[in-house]
C-alpha cells in the first residue's frame, strides 16, 4: 500500500441532492422520509412505509439504499431486520427490493463497506455485529459473518455488550465498533474480498469507566478518529494509523458547556467536509458543540455551542457542500436547518423547519 495519506473530500459538490430520513415508527410515523434539498431547502416527495428504520445508510453508487429495522422480533423471527430499496433518483420514491435478519436484537447502524457490496449492521441488544453481501441489484442476500461481544461493562446499567456503531475505515481493511455496554471500541480486520470480520492483533480500544462510546467519525485526511460517548458525555480524538488500523487517543475534550448540571447524553458525531470542523449532539442540553480541528495535530479547540429548537437531537447530518447541518430532533418531531460559518464553524438557524414524526437519522444523497 502506498504510504501517501488517503484523502476522503467529497467529490460530488452539488447544491441539490435527496435527503432521507428514516424515523422510529411507535405513533404517526409511517418510515422512511424523501425530501428535494435545493438551496438549503426541503420539500417532502414521498413516504415509505417501514418497521422502525431507525437507521439507514447510501451505497456508493447511490441506487440503494439501506435501513434497519430496530426491533426485537422481525418478520416472525427472534432479532431485528434490515431492508434494501431502490432508489428513483428522478422522483425520490423507494421500492422495497428484499429483508434479511439483522443477527441480533434492536440493530440501530447499519453502513456500507467502501465498495458497497456488502452492509454491516450493529446490533444494540444482543452487543452483535453482521456483515450481510449485497447483490448487483440490490438485494440481500444471506447473512455472510457475525461477531458477538463478550463482557460487560463498568457500570451497573450496562450489564453486557451493546453495539452502537459499526464503521469500515476509509481504506477499506478495518472496521470499528463503538460498544457502549463494554466502554470499548472494538477493531477488526476485514476482508472486503470475501466480507469476513477477523479480530485485529489489537482487538479494542479501552475507553473511560462509564463513558458508553457510541459513535465514531473519521478525518477526511484519514489521519484521525474521534469518538462521542454518550455517558461521559465527551469527544476523544484520536491519531489514526491506517496502515496498522490502530488508534492512539490524543485529547478528551466535554460536549457541555461549563456550569451545565442537567442529564444530558450525546448521540451523533460528524467532521465537516472541509476537515476543519468536528460537531456532536447532545440530548439533554439540546445543543450542538462545536469544535475546531488542528489538521496538524488533530487536536481540538472549543468554538461554542448552538441550541438545537428542540429536543433530543439523536442525529443530525452536514450537507455535502459543508454549508448546512441539519438536526433532527426526535423528542420534537422537527428538523431544523442552520448555515455553517465555512471560517469559524459556527451555526445560525436559517429558520427553516420541517416537521416530521421521531426523525432519528438523515441522509444526504447528492444527485
Known amino acids: 500500500m502506498s504510504s501517501s495519506v488517503p484523502r476522503f473530500f467529497p467529490t460530488i459538490l452539488s447544491k441539490e441532492a435527496l435527503v432521507f430520513v428514516g424515523s422510529y415508527t411507535q405513533g404517526p410515523s409511517e418510515g422512511i422520509y424523501t425530501y428535494s434539498w435545493s438551496s438549503g431547502a426541503l420539500q417532502h416527495l414521498s413516504t415509505v412505509s417501514a418497521v ?31 431492508s434494501s430499496f431502490e432508489i428513483d433518483k428522478r422522483t425520490g420514491s423507494l421500492t422495497l427490493l428484499s429483508q434479511q435478519p439483522s443477527l441480533g436484537g434492536d440493530p440501530c447502524y447499519i453502513t456500507t463497506d467502501r465498495t458497497g457490496r456488502f452492509i454491516l449492521v450493529a446490533n444494540y441488544a444482543s452487543g452483535t455485529v453482521g456483515v450481510i453481501p449485497v447483490e ?58 470475501l466480507g469476513i470480520l477477523d479480530p485485529h492483533p489489537d482487538p479494542w480500544v479501552e475507553a473511560r469507566r462509564e463513558a458508553g462510546p457510541r459513535h465514531i467519525t ?59 470542523f468536528v460537531y456532536g ?10 469544535y475546531a480541528i488542528d489538521e496538524a495535530t488533530g487536536k481540538l479547540t472549543y468554538v461554542g455551542h448552538e441550541l438545537t429548537q428542540g429536543r433530543s437531537p439523536r442525529n443530525f447530518a452536514i450537507d455535502p457542500t459543508g454549508a448546512y447541518l441539519l438536526a433532527a430532533n426526535q423528542s420534537t418531531d422537527n428538523i431544523v436547518t442552520f448555515s455553517i460559518d465555512p471560517q469559524t464553524g459556527k451555526l445560525q438557524s436559517t429558520g427553516k423547519i420541517q416537521q416530521v414524526s421521531k426523525p432519528v437519522c438523515i441522509k444526504f444523497m447528492p444527485i
Open 136 to 193: 448487483a441489484d440490490g438485494c440481500l442476500d444471506t447473512p455472510l459473518d457475525f461477531a458477538q461481544h463478550i463482557g460487560s461493562g463498568n457500570h451497573a446499567r450496562n450489564l453486557g455488550p451493546h453495539a452502537h456503531c459499526v464503521e469500515v475505515d476509509p481504506t477499506n481493511r478495518y472496521v470499528f465498533v463503538c460498544d457502549a455496554g463494554l466502554d470499548k471500541v472494538m477493531v477488526y480486520r476485514f476482508d472486503s474480498r
Open 52 to 82: 422502525n428504520p431507525s437507521y439507514l445508510a447510501i451505497e456508493p453508487g447511490r441506487r440503494f439504499l439501506f435501513s434497519v429495522n430496530e426491533v426485537r422480533d422481525h418478520d416472525g423471527k427472534l432479532g431485528g431486520g434490515v
Open 218 to 276: 473519521f478525518h477526511p485526511t484519514s489521519k484521525y478518529a474521534y469518538v462521542i460517548t454518550e455517558s461521559g458525555t465527551t469527544i476523544v480524538a484520536y491519531a489514526y494509523d491506517y496502515n496498522m488500523g490502530t488508534l492512539q487517543e490524543l485529547q478528551t475534550v466535554p460536549t457541555l458547556p461549563e456550569g451545565f448540571t442537567g442529564r444530558n447524553s450525546c448521540a451523533d458525531i460528524h467532521v465537516a467536509p472541509s476537515g476543519k
Open 281 to 290: 449532539s447532545n440530548r439533554g442540553h439540546d445543543s450542538i458543540v462545536i
